[in-house]
C-alpha cells in the first residue's frame, strides 16, 4: 500500500509539473516580450525596399514613433516622407491586447481621418509583402503557441515556436518562429496562409543593443513572398529611445493632422 | 555595489579608427566583451562613455567596416578568463547586457555569448537624409477636361488647366510650435472664375501637453460618408475646382482643441466669411444662369464679417467613433435668387443667411463593415429642418484570390424637407465600389452611382489614381448625370421656372457629362 501511495504522489506531482509544448511556447514569447518591456518609447526611420521577381525595385521613406502602454497593447505613428505624392500620410495604430487594434489613416490631401476597417491589416501594407500585422507590436495575448524544437540556424541555437493568430480576421492560420536562445530576438518567421500553404519567410538581421536595458532591434528585415517571387526590404535606422513621446501630444487623431 | 566613486575613475576611451581587431595571437588576454552595436560613432562614444564611468574597466570603441558601411562596436580592451568573468558579472549586476567576443570567428563558439557579431547582419544605419526633413513641397497639376457635349449656352467642349499649390512648413521651441504656409493657384483656360487663387493655410500653431492652439487660415473636414459630405460645415466649398464638395476654401479662425481622457473638445472663433465660388458664364457644371459674385448679399449686418463660432466633441468608445457638434454662424450654403441686371440679362445673387446647426457624424467598425452615419437639424430663416445620410462600407481583403481590396459602399441620403430641400441629396441612394490593387504604384479607383430614388436622377462617378514613378502622379475623374431632362434656354419666363422644377435639379448638368485627367508632378 505505501508503493502504491507513493506512485500516484509520483505520478500526479509530474503531471502537475509537466510542462506541455504549449506551456513551453508561450513562456518563450512571455519572456520576449518581458525583454522588449520598459522602453517607454523610440523613434526611429525606415527605409522601404519593394523588389519584384524580375529584379524592378522602388523606394519609400518612413518614420515611426511607438510608445509603449503597458496596461494595453502599444501606440504606432508612422508617417510617409516619400513617394511625394503621400507624403504626411500618416497611420496611427492603438494596440490592444486582446480586441482588434483601432487603426486610423490620415490623408493630408483631403484633410481626413479614415478609420480603417479591422480586416483591412492582413492586406498589403503599401503595396509591399509585408501586412500591417506583420509590423505591429505582436502582444503576447494575440497568439496560441506551441513549441517545437531546438534548431541552429544561421550559427545560433534558436527556439523554433508555431503561434498561432487568435484573431480571426488574421491573414495566417499559422506562423513558425526561430527565436534566439540566448536574447530572446526573433530571427526569421514563416508565414503560412489561410490554405494552409507556405506564404511568406521573414529573416530578420542585424541587430543591435540599444540603451542600457539592452533593446535589441533590428537594422534589417526581409520579407520574401513564396507565391509571387517578390520581395520587401526594411531598412531601420537612427532608433532613439526615451524621447519623451506623450500619449495625449503625440498619439492621438489630432495629433496624426500635424505630424511632422 | 560595484560602481565605483568618481574619485576612483579610471576611464581610458580609445577610438581607434580604420582598425579591425588587432591579431592577438595566442596570448592569455584573448578575449573581449561585447557592450553593444552602433551604426552611429557619437552613440557608441557616448556609450562607451557610459559603461566606462559606471564599471571602471577600459573600453574602446571598434570600428568595423562590413562592405561599405561602418559598424561601431563598444567592447573592453583584450581580457584574461579570469577579468572576463568579474568584468560580465559586474556588467550583469550594473544592468548592463554583455556579450563574449572571440578575436577569431575560427575559434570554439562560446557557451556562454556570443562568438562574434554576425558580420553580415549589419547594414549601415538610415541617417535621416536632409531632403526628408526638407519643409517645402511644391505640387503643378496639369488638368483637362472633356465634354463631349457643348454646354447649355454653347460653352466649351475643352477646358484644360494648369494648377500650382505650395506648402512650407517650419516648426521652432522643440517642435511645439510651427507656421504653415500653403497657397494654391489655377489658371484656367476656358472659365475666367475657375481661374482663382486661395491661401489654402496660413496659421501657427501652437502644441501644448493636452491641448493644442492655433490660428490663421485653416482647413477642416467632418465627416465619415462617401457620397454627400452633409455635416462638414467649417470651411467654405471651392465649387469651381470640383462638384463634390471636398475642395475647400481657407478659413480664418482661432481654434483650441483640448485633449481629455472623455474626448477631444475643440472650440473655433471664425473670424471671417468666405463667399462660395462659382463657375462664370463661361464655366461648366453650372445651373442655368451665372452666378454673379457682386451682387452677393448676406442676412447678418455685419456681413463677410460675422464672428461664427463652433464647438465640438469628439471621442471614441470602442468600435464607436464620432462627434458632435453646434455652429452658429453664416449659412455656407447661399440662397441663390434670380436677378436681373440694368443690361437686361439674367443672373443668380446669392444670399447668405445665418443658421444654427447641431449635428453628428458617427462610425462604427464591426468585423469587415464599417457603418456611418451622419445627421443634423439645422435652423434658418425662422425653419428648422432635419437632414441625414448613413450607410455601410464593406472591405473584402484579397478580393477573388487578388491582392486587391474590393470595398462596397452603400449609403443614403435623407433630407426632411423632402423635394423642397436645397441641395440634390434629398431622397438618394448611393452605390459604390472602390478597389485598391495594392501594388507599388498605389493605384485605387471607386465606382459610384448616386440615384434618386423618386425623380430617378442619377450620378455616375468615377475616380481613379496611380503614381506615375516617384514624382508623378495620374489622375482620373469623371461624371455622367443622367434621368433628367435638358432646361430650356429661352423665353427667360421658361428659363427661371424650370429652375423651381424640384424633379429636375440636375437638369442643367445634363449636357455636362464629362472626363477629366490631371498629371501631377511633385517637388
Redesign the interface.
Known amino acids: 500500500m505505501v508503493q502504491w501511495r507513493w506512485f500516484w504522489v509520483v505520478l500526479l506531482a509530474g503531471g502537475a509539473f509537466a510542462v506541455t509544448p504549449e506551456d513551453q511556447g508561450r513562456e518563450i514569447f512571455a519572456e520576449l516580450d518581458r525583454r522588449n518591456s520598459g522602453y517607454q518609447d523610440y523613434q526611429v ?3 522601404m525596399v ?1 523588389r ?1 521577381a524580375a529584379g524592378d525595385f ?1 523606394e519609400r ?1 518612413l ?1 515611426i514613433r511607438q510608445l509603449e502602454v503597458p496596461s494595453d497593447g502599444d501606440k504606432l505613428l508612422l508617417v510617409f ?7 504626411g500620410t500618416a497611420l496611427l495604430s492603438y494596440g490592444h491586447k486582446t ?2 487594434d ?1 487603426q486610423w489613416l490620415y490623408l493630408p490631401a ?3 481621418v479614415k ?1 480603417i ?4 491589416k ?3 501594407f ?2 509591399s509583402e509585408f501586412a500591417f500585422e506583420d509590423l505591429a507590436n505582436p502582444e503576447l495575448e494575440k497568439y496560441d503557441y506551441r513549441y517545437v524544437r531546438d534548431e541552429e540556424y ?3 541555437d534558436c527556439f523554433v515556436v508555431e503561434r498561432f493568430p487568435r484573431d480571426r ?1 488574421s ?1 495566417y492560420t499559422r506562423q513558425v518562429v526561430w527565436v534566439d536562445q ?1 536574447e530572446y530576438r526573433v530571427e526569421k518567421i514563416e508565414y503560412y496562409d489561410r490554405k494552409l500553404s507556405l506564404l511568406k519567410t521573414l529573416t530578420v ?6 540603451t ?3 533593446y535589441w532591434k533590428p ?2 528585415m526581409s520579407m520574401l513572398n513564396h507565391q509571387t517571387g517578390k520581395s520587401t526590404e526594411l ?5 532613439r529611445f526615451g524621447t519623451g513621446l ?1 500619449e ?2 503625440d498619439f ?3 495629433s496624426l493632422k ?1 505630424v ?1 | 555595489m560595484y560602481l565605483i566613486r568618481p574619485s576612483l575613475l579610471r576611464v581610458w576611451l580609445i577610438i581607434l579608427i580604420g582598425a579591425g581587431l588587432p591579431a592577438t595571437g595566442v596570448t592569455q588576454a584573448h578575449q573581449r566583451l561585447v557592450f553593444g552595436s552602433f551604426g552611429q560613432p557619437t552613440n557608441a562614444q557616448r556609450w562607451a562613455a557610459n559603461v566606462g564611468v559606471e564599471l571602471d574597466v577600459d573600453i574602446q570603441v571598434q570600428e568595423r567596416r562590413e562592405a561599405d558601411d561602418l559598424l561601431f562596436r563598444v567592447v573592453t580592451s583584450p581580457l584574461h578568463d579570469d577579468e572576463l568573468r568579474l568584468v560580465r558579472r559586474r556588467a550583469r549586476e550594473a544592468g548592463f547586457q554583455v556579450w563574449r567576443l572571440t578575436d577569431s570567428a575560427s575559434e570554439e563558439p562560446d557557451s556562454i555569448g556570443y562568438a562574434t557579431v554576425p558580420p553580415t547582419a549589419y547594414e549601415r544605419t538610415l541617417s535621416a537624409p536632409r531632403d526628408l526633413m526638407r519643409e517645402f513641397d511644391v505640387d503643378l497639376g496639369f488638368q483637362t477636361r472633356s465634354y463631349p457635349r457643348d454646354g447649355l449656352d454653347g460653352q466649351s467642349r475643352f477646358q484644360p488647366s494648369i494648377s500650382a499649390m505650395f506648402r512650407y512648413r517650419r516648426y521652432f521651441n522643440d517642435d511645439r510650435d510651427s507656421f504653415t504656409i500653403r497657397p494654391f493657384g489655377r489658371l484656367d483656360e476656358a472659365d475666367s472664375e475657375r481661374t482663382h487663387a486661395d491661401m489654402r493655410e496660413l496659421y501657427v500653431s501652437h502644441v501644448g501637453d493636452d491641448w493644442d492652439l492655433s490660428v490663421g487660415f485653416q482647413q477642416v473636414f467632418w465627416g465619415v460618408t462617401e457620397f454627400h459630405h452633409l455635416v462638414d460645415v467649417i470651411n467654405q466649398t471651392d465649387q469651381v475646382e470640383n462638384i463634390d464638395g471636398e475642395d475647400k476654401l481657407g478659413q480664418p479662425m482661432i481654434n483650441l482643441s483640448l485633449i481629455r481622457d472623455w474626448g477631444i473638445l475643440d472650440f473655433y472663433v471664425l473670424t471671417g466669411f468666405r463667399e462660395r465660388t462659382f463657375p462664370g458664364e463661361d464655366g461648366r457644371l453650372r445651373r442655368q444662369l451665372p452666378v454673379d459674385d457682386s451682387l452677393v448679399t448676406y442676412e447678418s449686418g455685419d456681413e463677410e464679417w460675422h464672428i461664427d463660432g463652433s464647438v465640438r466633441w469628439s471621442h471614441h468608445l470602442g468600435p464607436v467613433e464620432f462627434g458632435i457638434y453646434h455652429f452658429s454662424g453664416t449659412n455656407r450654403e447661399p440662397e441663390l435668387r434670380p436677378w436681373q441686371l440694368t443690361s437686361g440679362d439674367w443672373v443668380l445673387q446669392p444670399h447668405y443667411a445665418l443658421m444654427d446647426q447641431t449635428a453628428l457624424d458617427a462610425q462604427a467598425i464591426v468585423g469587415d463593415y464599417l457603418f456611418k452615419l451622419e445627421a443634423l437639424t439645422r435652423s434658418s430663416q425662422g425653419q428648422r429642418y432635419a437632414a441625414a445620410t448613413g450607410g455601410f462600407e464593406r472591405t473584402l481583403v484579397g478580393a477573388f484570390g487578388t491582392r486587391a481590396d474590393l470595398g462596397i459602399i452603400l449609403e443614403y441620403m435623407y433630407d426632411d424637407r423632402g423635394d423642397d430641400a436645397t441641395t440634390v441629396f434629398e431622397h438618394d441612394l448611393g452605390l459604390g465600389t472602390r478597389w485598391r490593387w495594392n501594388d507599388v504604384a498605389d493605384s485605387h479607383a471607386l465606382f459610384g452611382v448616386i440615384w434618386d430614388v423618386q425623380t430617378h436622377e442619377y450620378v455616375l462617378k468615377l475616380e481613379g489614381g496611380r503614381r506615375l514613378g516617384n514624382d508623378w502622379q495620374l489622375f482620373v475623374e469623371g461624371r455622367v448625370f443622367g434621368g433628367g431632362y435638358q432646361p430650356p434656354t429661352e423665353p427667360v419666363e421658361a428659363v427661371l421656372e424650370s429652375m423651381l422644377d424640384t424633379q429636375n435639379k440636375l437638369g442643367a448638368l445634363q449636357r455636362d457629362d464629362f472626363l477629366q485627367l490631371e498629371l501631377t508632378r511633385f517637388f
Open positions: 526611420n525606415l527605409r519593394l519584384n522602388s521613406l518614420r516622407d516619400t513617394p511625394k505624392a503621400i507624403r480586441e482588434p483601432d483631403i484633410k481626413r478609420k476597417a479591422s480586416k483591412n492582413s492586406g498589403p503599401l503595396g544561421e550559427g545560433r480576421y491573414g540566448i538581421g542585424g541587430y543591435e543593443a540599444y542600457r536595458a539592452g537594422a534589417r531598412h531601420w535606422g537612427d532608433y506623450m495625449d501630444r492621438t487623431t489630432n500635424r511632422r
